[in-house]
């Protein structure tokens, strides 16, 4: 498994933006898909966004609803999520994830994922 550390978490007023990076300890990560999930207590963590190798596929939850970007720099070893227009049930803890037995299918489900970061909570207040 390889090391993921997420940030950029915080407290945002409904309406305001975020970006969440994950730095990935492997330069080999950057061959591989890459997603965002969260979860709120008492719920299933669900799929937010998902990134292949380069970039050049990318899906979101229908939640999503055009509001956020997945993005990845393979020269950092980084992927971001820029959230904008958020709203209060964004609430959540968001994770990063890695799927490390490909680097074009972007899963969604949480048992397609081999290594994860801790967290970083994310709060939209109305």
């Known amino acids: 498994q390889v090391q993921l550390v997420e940030s950029g978490g915080g407290l945002v007023q409904a309406g305001g933006s975020l970006r969440l990076s994950c730095a990935a300890s492997k330069r080999t990560l950057t061959l591989n898909v890459m997603g965002w999930f969260r979860q709120v207590p008492g719920k299933e963590r669900e799929f937010v966004a998902g990134i292949n190798w380069n970039g050049g596929s990318t899906h979101y939850a229908d939640f999503v609803e055009g509001r956020f970007t997945i993005s990845r720099d393979g020269a950092k070893n980084t992927v971001y999520l820029q959230m904008n227009s958020l709203k209060p049930e964004d609430t959540a803890v968001y994770y990063c994830?890695?799927?490390?037995?490909?680097?074009?299918?972007?899963?969604?489900?949480?048992?397609?994922?081999?290594?994860w970061g801790q967290g970083t909570q994310v709060t939209v207040s109305s």
């Open positions: 994830a890695a799927d490390s037995t490909t680097f074009a299918v972007v899963h969604k489900t949480i048992d397609e994922y081999d290594s």
